[in-house]
């Protein structure tokens, strides 16, 4: 079975641009997290989504957003970007987003802000 | 709040050595779930262990072993005879319940485990 997938791999984006991420999960798996995680730091929460709805959001400021689709797969948005929005951002997927379900993550998009 | 803190920033050991990487956590909840998780050079992050608030007993999977100690707030790692495959940062993670229905996924900011064969 396909596990978690995200595109693209890699990114690179000047200033003030903007990016959109996407997350397709694993089969069955209808919530969809995001997270960012900057190099030698653990992840940090930015998004959960469950059957369409956000259902949790972390201390981000609202250059950020996401959805997510009817067929579970989800995007992240980010405008205006900043220097310190570079970043590995990880997408991950659970069965319905309870928090004794394990998340699992994708491999990543890496995005270079210039 | 939930939080985190992996005091072990980065441990080298010898090929076969044993190793334990420390969790000490950080919430007010009484339902919470605990994680490891393993991030290979690649990126992905690989899910290892979850264990449950009011499940103390300590688990013992191959060469991985976790000691849950609720009374210390700690959730320890151990590799017996490590391998240079077990190279990797891992992440220990805490998931509580922050309203709305959404469970949030904290994460310690890692320990970097180098196994020099």
């Known amino acids: 079975d396909a596990g978690v997938t995200q595109s693209p791999t890699h990114l690179i984006k000047t200033r003030g641009q903007q990016v959109t991420l996407r997350c397709s999960p694993i089969?069955?798996?209808?919530?969809v997290s995001w997270y960012q995680q900057v190099l030698g730091q653990g992840p940090q929460f930015i998004f959960q989504y469950y059957e369409k709805e956000e259902r949790g959001r972390g201390n981000f400021p609202d250059r950020f957003s996401a959805r997510q689709f009817p067929n579970y797969s989800s995007e992240l948005n980010v405008n205006a970007l900043l220097l310190g929005d570079s970043a590995l951002y990880l997408c991950?997927?659970?069965?319905?987003?309870?928090?004794?379900?394990?998340?699992?993550f994708g491999d990543g998009t890496r995005l270079s802000i210039l | 709040a939930q939080k985190v803190t992996q005091a072990q920033t980065e441990i080298s050991v010898v090929e076969k050595e044993d190793v334990t990487l420390d969790c000490v956590y950080e919430?007010?909840?009484?339902?919470?779930?605990l994680f490891w998780y393993k991030q290979p050079p690649s990126g992905e992050l690989v899910f290892l262990i979850r264990r449950n608030s009011f499940d103390e007993q300590n688990e013992i999977s191959g060469r991985y072993s976790w000691n849950f100690q609720k009374s210390t707030s700690s959730f320890n790692f151990t590799i017996t005879a490590s391998q240079v495959v077990d190279s990797a940062v891992y992440f220990c993670?805490?998931?509580?319940?922050?309203?709305?229905?959404?469970?949030?996924?904290?994460f310690g900011k890692g320990t970097k485990l180098s196994v020099i064969p």
């Open positions: 991950a997927s659970s069965l319905a987003g309870q928090g004794n379900q394990p998340q699992h």
């Open positions: 089969s069955g798996h209808k919530s």
């Open positions: 919430t007010r909840d009484t339902t919470y779930y």
């Open positions: 993670a805490l998931s509580a319940y922050s309203g709305a229905g959404s469970y949030q996924l904290t």
